[in-house]
């Protein structure tokens, strides 16, 4: 290709005229290292680096890249949500047995009908009941966080 005839390419090119097979014509004569003169060659590299990315992986790639990253993350969501759940749910018992043992007996020492012995019952038994189900969602968290603990993340992507 003559150099004319390069630089009517380049102009086509710049406005958007020419076809595929032009273009490819184009990043051909740059990439064949010729002699070229001093205003055409400034495009060398532009030239010789759209066809290195031709060379990069096709669309494919990218999707089975983030279905790959996708599929790390969900996998560990169910497990912290069970956790958070666990631990939220003793968190509300415990609100509400403190909350009942403060509204309830105030009200039966009012009434008259329970003694302070037994008041002291009926509290000791919500205490220990809130106890056991905290210490419960306490067990169950420090296995879900060492079951999280080890599994190791995946560094397949990186390598």
Request: one cysteine or more; proline letters at 4%; aromatic letters at 8%.
């Amino acid at each position: 290709m003559e150099i004319n005839e390069l630089q009517t390419l380049l102009e086509r090119y710049w406005e958007g005229k020419t076809s595929v097979d032009e273009e490819r014509e184009i990043k051909v004569h740059f990439l064949q290292n010729q002699p070229l003169p001093p205003e055409l060659e400034r495009w060398r590299s532009l030239f010789s680096g759209i066809s290195e990315i031709s060379a990069l992986p096709n669309a494919d790639f990218d999707e089975k890249i983030l279905a790959a990253i996708d599929a790390e993350e969900n996998a560990n969501i169910p497990k912290t949500r069970k956790l958070w759940y666990r631990i939220s749910a003793a968190a509300c018992i415990a609100i509400l047995i403190f909350a009942g043992i403060k509204f309830y007996l105030p009200a039966a020492e009012n009434n008259g009908g329970m003694s302070d012995k037994e008041a002291a019952e009926i509290a000791k038994a919500f205490l220990f009941h809130a106890s056991s189900e905290l210490n419960k969602a306490q067990t169950e968290a420090k296995n879900q966080l060492e079951i999280l603990g080890s599994v190791a993340p995946k560094s397949d992507l990186k390598q």
